[in-house]
């Protein structure tokens, strides 16, 4: 499966944003999909995920963006949407999607656990 991220951009703290996952060459709904972010000197964190028909339909969230943060899916499309409001600068990333169809329930949160990830796409937000 192939994954394309979009939708980052230059924001201001409180403001909201999309982001978006399409995935190609495979049927999504079979995935586990997740969204990890990096900023500069740390390491990939996990942020939501969406554990598609494998997992139940769940969903998770760190703590840090929980309540601002829901991740939904659109199978039709074949895409997982992070919605993102009330950003403040903490948020300011690069955020990738990952997916796997087979991912153990301890290990969702954890890089490793993906085999498929996208391009990344940046989020800056501004005080």
């Known amino acids: 499966v192939q994954l394309q991220a979009s939708g980052g951009g230059l924001v201001q703290a409180g403001a909201s944003l999309k982001l978006s996952c399409v995935a190609s060459?495979?049927?999504?709904?079979?995935?586990?999909v997740a969204w990890f972010r990096q900023a500069p000197g740390k390491e990939r964190e996990f942020v939501a995920l969406?554990?598609?028909?494998?997992?139940?339909?769940?969903?998770s969230y760190a703590d840090s963006v929980k309540g601002r943060f829901t991740i939904s899916r659109d199978n039709a499309k074949n895409m997982v949407v992070l919605q993102m409001n009330d950003l403040n600068p903490g948020d300011s990333a690069v955020y990738y999607c990952?997916?796997?169809?087979?991912?153990?329930?301890?290990?969702?949160?954890?890089?490793?656990?993906?085999?498929?990830w996208g391009q990344g796409t940046l989020v800056t937000v501004s005080s």
């Open positions: 060459g495979s049927t999504f709904r079979d995935y586990f």
């Open positions: 969406s554990a598609g028909s494998r997992g139940g339909w769940r969903t």
């Open positions: 990952a997916a796997d169809r087979r991912v153990i329930a301890s290990s969702t949160r954890n890089p490793a656990a993906y085999d498929y």
